[in-house]
């Protein structure tokens, strides 16, 4: 089954379970809390505190970043809490860890309005992340191909893939 015909089925219930009276958003905060109880999770405060940091976040940030902008307003959440449930969301595939080669892991959501596949260029001076997106035809057919050809190589499924090119950024070369 696709990635879209599994999300396409798991909306449908959805939109089956919650009251028809109010409208569904699709990666909204009742979709999110239907994952969580779908997953066998409780939908807890601090859960949708974290989500809604890394939601309105366009950068990569790391269970500290996350953790400095969480404590500001609720002091109760501390550091573990937020380790635990990015671990917890990395599981359930609502984001995507990333190893930069600076020792701190960094996050992004991987679902919802705008989230785009996207590779990554890293300056290894200044440790600067530019999020490449804008692919042209050439690119994306090399990458489909090499995805192909690896496939059939080694009998293997590839569901996805990360791409980070390290270097110097115009500022630092």
Not at 42 to 51: K, S
Not at 73 to 96: A, C, D, K, Q
Not at 157 to 162: D, F
Request: aromatic share 12%.
């Amino acid at each position: 089954m696709t990635r879209e015909a599994y999300y396409g089925i798991i909306l449908l219930k959805l939109k089956i379970i919650f009251n028809k009276k109010e409208p569904f958003v699709p990666f909204g905060p009742r979709w999110l809390e239907a994952r969580f109880r779908g997953c066998g999770f409780r939908w807890t405060f601090p859960r949708q505190v974290i989500l809604d940091v890394l939601t309105k976040e366009k950068k990569h940030l790391s269970a500290e970043d996350i953790f400095l902008k969480v404590h500001k307003r609720y002091p109760g959440i501390g550091l573990t809490t937020v380790y635990r449930t990015l671990e917890l969301l990395f599981n359930m595939g609502l984001v995507r860890k990333y190893e930069f080669g600076d020792g701190r892991a960094r996050f992004e959501l991987s679902q919802g309005p705008g989230i785009e596949h996207h590779h990554h260029l890293i300056c290894r001076k200044c440790g600067k992340i530019i999020d490449y997106k804008d692919f042209v035809e050439d690119e994306q057919k090399l990458i489909k191909d090499l995805e192909e050809r690896l496939s059939k190589k080694h009998n293997f499924k590839i569901e996805t893939h990360q791409i980070h090119f390290y270097g110097l950024c115009s500022n630092c070369s």
